[in-house]
């Protein structure tokens, strides 16, 4: 992936998560800037999580242009929620499963810039895509998303699988970017909308 | 600050914090040397993730005497709670928001000295300020203070930006510490005594 | 330690970890690669934490063969739990046991090997003991095992006691890991068992 793709694909990925991040803080009545920290956490929690791993330079210090795009996407939030500005209310899910794809593209392909094998990078893409969320929801004392029964882990990682099946075929990259999404998207939405499961454990009379 | 200035102060304010996860423990009837796994957790917490995401070598590995001086204020408090004496129900929170001040202090003046922009070191003060009571909270299964409406982040930013402000125009060291503390004591406790608050929510009816 | 040993001890604690992560999901009702995820951060979360500390690179990204384990020991788990195997009610917490004495060592050594003192080297061997478990009882919402009254963090701190007492000694290296885990296991089985207690705080009529 050119740097810049990185960059625009990285900036859109923070600014879901920060709206995300808001959002729930609405639904928990946070107030003052209790609601910017939440946002700040969620959106660049999970990146931070895999720089660290990486032993890289935390990617919002080294470029500031992530924080202000975390700022601004919570302040944009929270204006639209004062005014008569309705979310609906699968607004949240909708928000966090574009972040959680775009995350995950962008977790796998820094690993591997790194030189890590693909099973890390794929490792490295979910832990991108959930931790930030995973935070927020601890922090909430919500069941984190990743707990719950609805393909979250598991739509990140197909989504992971799909962009390494599309990487390794040489396809270019904007396509191996849109099946990756599509493919967790489609899987988040879709066990959200048909409550699809992958039943992991057999319980007796379950 | 000179670097003498720096470790005194870290010192106070891994103090503050050491006693503050000792008082939550004995509100959380905490048993065991789990009181003093709180207690660190609490005091190192916050500036901890500071210096990881700078990558700084971790403040208190680089030198054991603020491992020494968590591990005695927590003993300390723990005699004094197993004597006789009394801490007035309001110990914690006035603990708390001196630890809040000093570390936000800290953390911005060690970001600054590590070449980041203001806005990257006011958001990382706030970080070594909030973070370390933020995971006792966590792990406490308490609402996280932060999150809850009287000034917390808040008043850490005031505090912040009055920092900030005094050291642009380069007043003596001892007065930006000053002003930053007193500005950061005085709205979280007038927060919590006359119940201030910034909604930033409208709710209706609210 | 040699490298081999260390290398070892280390799989074989991940492992451990990995299975307590399993049942604790089965017993939270987790679902799909949830399991697998909360699996992964039982058993890579301690030691993820003091690599970071030590600004060491983070052991299961350097060596791939970490995460194998990890996923393998969760999958045989679940696949025994959904066969009709039956785990015996006590089985995580004597897996859980085994994985602190475990992470204990290694956490100490690891530390020693960087050159940090003994008190700091046996707060991190803690550290390596007792983040995993503290991780996942956060994530599933459970009083953390560490804030409850039976000798968890004392449990881990003697075994650290003991490993210091007999490295210092001249042991030979099998004879320290064998009497620190079995320091370990020995207290926090017998804390469950007998209800052992070190009542840090007295209180009126307690």
């Known amino acids: 992936m050119s740097d810049e793709w990185f960059h ?3 900036l859109i990925g923070v600014a879901f998560f920060s709206v995300s991040g808001t959002l729930m803080a ?3 009545d946070v107030d003052g800037f209790g609601v910017v920290v939440l946002a700040s956490i969620t959106a660049v929690g999970g990146g931070t999580l895999r720089d660290v791993l990486l032993d890289q330079p935390v ?30 209310s699968y607004t949240l899910n909708v928000v966090d499963a574009f972040g959680l794809g775009l995350f995950n593209i962008i977790g796998i392909e820094k690993s591997l810039i790194n030189e890590t094998g693909m099973v890390i990078a794929i490792t490295l893409g979910t832990t991108t895509g959930i931790f930030g969320g995973l935070i927020r929801d601890v922090i909430c004392r919500e069941i984190p998303m990743v707990m719950r029964g609805d393909l979250y882990a598991t739509a990140c990682l197909s989504g992971g699988l799909m962009y390494a099946g599309l990487f390794y075929l040489s ?3 904007i396509f191996c970017i849109l099946g990756s999404l599509a493919t967790t998207i ?6 959200l909308h048909w409550n699809w499961e992958v039943p992991i454990f057999k319980r007796p009379g379950g």
Chains 1, 2, 3 share one sequence.
Do not use: C, H
């Open 26 to 28: 609405f639904e928990k």
């Open 186 to 191: 489609f899987l988040r939405m879709g066990a």
């Open 8 to 10: 625009v694909l990285n």
């Open 59 to 88: 990617f919002w210090i080294a470029q500031a242009d992530y924080l202000y795009i975390t700022y601004a996407a919570s302040i944009v939030t929270i204006i639209l929620q004062r005014t008569s500005w309705e979310f609906p």
């Open 171 to 173: 396809v270019p990259y």
